[in-house]
């Protein structure tokens, strides 16, 4: 079985300082791991995905997130923010072994971005 | 490149009433396709995915049900909405590799809200 943690609902940080989203997994095997971005009444938006090889994985609009096995987590960076960041964040994994390509999602942390 | 469309937009039912929500996706073939739900803006409940042309797995038992008449399109329905069937529905479609080594991101339709009142 797989799932997915984003233990914050919400993260509020100012503009202009770095910005953390918070993602913890479980997998039985490897884990492929993905971040989405959802604006409202939209549908999600892919940023970035792990599937192997470098730790740091860099992504869309100067996001990156970091794979950390022993800690079974990927969290969401971004060194500056902007309020046009301000919207629902997914984290998503999906085992290696999956069929089909399935993907459990996290309830989504809302992060909003003050100027 | 490759789109992905929903319709309607939104939609207003009254219980017990027939359901169509349709999904087209455009300049791709053979994708992964999937149908979310997404109650109250949170999280996503995966209900239906499909390989292929008739091939539909079920993942949560319910009121709806699901079809794949042609390559890239994919149907959600129900016979008779409930209250509870209300929410933000959302088809996704993948770039299909081998059924179990399938890395790839999905790419989500618009969405359509359902009230069922």
């Known amino acids: 079985a797989q799932s997915v943690a984003q233990p914050e609902d919400q993260v509020n940080v100012a503009e202009g300082n770095p910005l953390t989203v918070k993602c913890t997994y479980s997998v039985s095997g490897n884990p492929y791991l993905f971040w989405y971005v959802q604006y409202p009444n939209r549908g999600l938006q892919f940023l970035l995905k792990?599937?192997?090889?470098?730790?740091l994985v860099k992504g869309s609009y100067g996001f990156e997130a970091e794979f950390n096995k022993s800690q079974t987590s990927f969290h969401l960076k971004k060194p500056s923010a902007l309020v046009s960041d301000s919207a629902l964040y997914f984290c998503a994994v999906r085992d290696m072994g999956t069929n089909a390509g399935k993907s459990t999602f996290g309830d989504g942390t809302t992060l909003t971005v003050k100027p | 490149s490759q789109t992905i469309h929903q319709w309607p937009a939104t939609l207003v039912q009254p219980v017990g009433s027939p359901l169509s929500l349709e999904c087209t996706v455009e300049g791709t073939s053979n994708p992964n396709l999937y149908w979310y739900r997404q109650a109250a803006g949170r999280g996503l409940q995966l209900l239906f995915y499909s390989v292929g042309i008739g091939q539909i797995s079920s993942e949560v038992p319910q009121n709806l049900s699901a079809s794949r008449p042609q390559d890239r399109q994919f149907i959600l329905s129900s016979k008779k909405l409930l209250l509870s069937d209300s929410g933000f529905y959302l088809c996704?479609?993948?770039?299909?590799?081998?059924?179990?080594?399938?890395?790839?991101?999905?790419?989500f339709g618009p969405g359509t809200r359902l009230t069922v009142l």
């Open positions: 996704a479609w993948s770039v299909s590799r081998s059924a179990f080594n399938s890395y790839n991101e999905q790419f």
């Open positions: 792990y599937i192997t090889g470098d730790n």
